[in-house]
């Protein structure tokens, strides 16, 4: 009895090794799905916007999309997008950007849509500084919008460029408290590589800063958007969606918190010049 006890706890110890295994290598593909990535095709989007390609700071020359603001003057949005996607699922998102008068530039990423590298933490921040210094030098007005894994990319950038807004959809305080909640069983906070902490670097953004997210969001706890709030200081706004997930959290009201956002930061400057 007492060998067959023992046989038992050792094959689950072993199971649970191999599974420990197995999600410290694979951590990788659940952060950065690849197989999930395509170069994908958007009509509307290759209309409006032209493929340029930039120069990371590690040598890697990454096709990102861009349409320049109608003036120097006129504010240019940097997208970002989520891990699940490449740029063209921001499309949406770019495309009324620019029927509003702003310029775009959709950022793409090491090891997606057909880019050169493979994604990392570090290589992430280098693309995202990359599509800055080209934008920057074409516009005096940069706002940053980051998306779920994108806001991760967006925060480091925020807290280490001259931005006039940053703008969080879906959020995370960090990739480590969403592993931890989704894998409660393993240390993933020891294990973890890329980690993502916006918790702990949004306090160091001086912008103005709005973030919204889906009250139904299944992927990161409305309450991540809620403790990067109180966390962030100045000038922030919070606009919970609801009954909105973490995929149609623009479609269901967030276009016009964003859009009622960049309004306000116009007034600001009209009254400034005045």
Do not use: C
Not at 13 to 40: D, N, S, T
Not at 71 to 83: A, E, S, V, Y
Not at 118 to 144: C, F, M, Q, W
């Amino acid at each position: 009895m007492h060998e067959a006890l023992w046989l038992l706890v050792l094959a689950i110890a072993l199971i649970y090794a191999i599974a420990l295994a197995g999600l410290y290598w694979l951590q990788g593909r659940l952060v950065y799905p690849l197989e999930q990535i395509q170069a994908l095709k958007n009509a509307d989007l290759e209309e409006h916007t032209n493929a340029v390609r930039i120069k990371t700071e590690d040598g890697l020359e990454l096709t990102v999309r861009y349409r320049a603001a109608p003036k120097k003057t006129t504010p240019t949005i940097i997208l970002f997008h989520g891990n699940g996607e490449d740029l063209t699922q921001r499309g949406h998102i770019a495309l009324e950007m620019i029927e509003a008068g702003y310029g775009v530039l959709l950022a793409e990423y090491r090891g997606y849509g057909r880019n050169p590298g493979k994604p990392h933490e570090a290589g992430l921040y280098a693309d995202a500084r990359a599509a800055y210094a080209y934008a920057s030098t074409r516009s005096n007005a940069i706002v940053l919008h980051g998306y779920s894994l994108g806001s991760g990319v967006a925060v480091q950038l925020a807290s280490e460029a001259r931005i006039e807004a940053l703008i969080l959809e879906a959020p995370f305080t960090s990739i480590v408290d969403v592993a931890a909640k989704r894998f409660p069983l393993f240390p993933v906070r020891t294990l973890a590589r890329d980690r993502y902490e916006n918790l702990a670097k949004i306090g160091s953004v001086t912008a103005p800063l709005l973030i919204y997210g889906g009250t139904a969001d299944g992927v990161i706890p409305p309450a991540h958007f809620q403790r990067l709030f109180d966390a962030a200081r100045g000038n922030k706004r919070l606009a919970l969606i609801e009954d909105a997930d973490h995929l149609d959290v623009w479609t269901t009201g967030g276009r016009e918190h964003v859009m009622q956002f960049l309004a306000s930061l116009q007034a600001a400057r009209d009254t400034i010049r005045a």
